[in-house]
């Protein structure tokens, strides 16, 4: 069975500095993506990035940057620099490896990250 | 109106009450999903439709029942629900690839049940 952890629950910081949220996974496929999601007050998941598991290349956009390591199950997630506007709930999540239509989600508990001025 | 709308935001519903809530894609995908998000739960799939046909019910009570008449237009039809329902319910649609497609979501709807 597949499994996303992220294990802080919440964190909280000062504008500016730099934060990283983890997210440890388990699963039994070859082939699978990882996905991060942000979750403003408003309500709505908001995309920030699919990676898949053959492409373990960092990746930087603009203050967010994303580092994938397969040896530990890890795709973390890190905010430098952060601003108030980065306050979210953070969801990282696993795509399913069957064959169906659509992809199947499996997300972690989120990060409630609370960026103060 | 592009990505994914949800109406209504908010629902405020007793217990004997039927109503729908609606979602909407503009994003020419084949998929459309419903979860249900409560408090300090992890978010949970509801339902999945691709090319209007359901693939996937997660053990939803029959109370919860969802109507996909196109690949653009998602219905889930609510009656008799109890105050443990109330969560916020999200709409998500994506291209309809397996494993690789990526979800796009709505806002959600905030229901509460009294």
């Known amino acids: 069975a597949q499994k996303v952890t992220q294990a802080q629950t919440e964190i909280s910081v000062v504008e500016k500095e730099d934060v990283t949220l983890d997210c440890v996974y388990e699963?039994?496929?070859?082939?699978?993506?990882l996905f991060w999601y942000k979750q403003p007050p408003s309500g709505e998941l908001v995309f920030l990035i699919r990676?898949?598991?053959?492409?373990?290349q960092n990746e930087i956009s603009g203050r967010y940057s994303w580092n994938f390591q397969k040896s530990t199950s890890s795709f973390n997630f890190t905010i430098t620099a952060s601003q108030v506007v980065d306050s979210a709930v953070y969801f990282c999540?696993?795509?399913?490896?069957?064959?169906?239509?659509?992809?199947?989600?499996?997300f972690g508990e989120g990060t409630q990250l609370t960026v103060n001025p | 109106e592009t990505g994914v709308t949800q109406t209504p935001r908010h629902l405020v519903m007793g217990m004997t009450n039927k109503k729908s809530l609606k979602c909407e894609q503009h994003?020419?995908?084949?998929?459309m999903y419903w979860y249900k998000q409560s408090a300090k739960k992890p978010l949970e799939l509801m339902f999945v439709?691709?090319?209007?046909?359901?693939?996937e019910n997660n053990s939803v009570p029959s109370r919860f029942s969802p109507e996909c008449p196109n690949s653009s237009h998602l219905f889930l039809h609510l009656h008799t629900l109890q105050p443990e329902d109330s969560a916020l319910y999200l709409c998500?649609?994506?291209?309809?690839?397996?494993?690789?497609?990526?979800?796009?979501f709505g806002p959600g709807t905030r229901l509460t049940v009294l």
């Open positions: 439709y691709n090319f209007k046909e359901q693939t």
């Open positions: 999540a696993l795509s399913e490896g069957r064959e169906t239509s659509g992809s199947r989600l499996t």
């Open positions: 994003l020419g995908h084949n998929a």
């Open positions: 699963t039994r496929d070859t082939t699978y993506y």
């Open positions: 990676r898949n598991s053959f492409d373990e």
């Open positions: 998500a649609s994506s291209q309809g690839q397996p494993r690789t497609d990526t979800q796009y």
